[in-house]
């Protein structure tokens, strides 16, 4: 099955940029789709933003217009720019792939926004 190791995470300044990577290794055999979520203490996790095996991309309308989902296939990464951090964006970040129907996750990295 595949393997998702995140990384990028840290402490940033409201209005600031981090991007998040995520490492994709084992089998990749049968992955529908990506996401990056989130989950801040006390909350739920939810979806931020998927991209689909063929490109396409959906984000939560509370970061439409500021974070970026993409992938480069030939270093197995997938990515999360964030622009315009606001400290409701703090959580720690998750990635997720969809493989043959079943949701496999990563570790996770804290996201921190704070002056």
């Known amino acids: 099955q595949v393997q998702l190791v995140e990384s990028g995470g840290g402490l940033v300044q409201p209005g600031g940029s981090l991007r998040l990577s995520c490492a994709v290794s084992?089998?990749?055999?049968?992955?529908?789709?990506m996401a990056w979520y989130r989950q801040a203490p006390g909350n739920k996790r939810d979806v931020v933003a998927t991209i689909t095996s063929g490109g396409s991309t959906n984000y939560a309308d509370s970061v439409k217009g500021r974070f970026t989902i993409s992938r480069d296939n030939a270093k197995n990464t997938v990515y999360l720019q964030m622009d315009s951090l606001r400290p409701e964006d703090t959580a720690v970040y998750y990635c997720s792939a969809v493989q043959f129907g079943l949701r496999r996750w990563g570790q996770g990295t804290q996201v921190t926004v704070s002056s």
């Open positions: 084992g089998s990749r055999l049968g992955i529908q789709s």
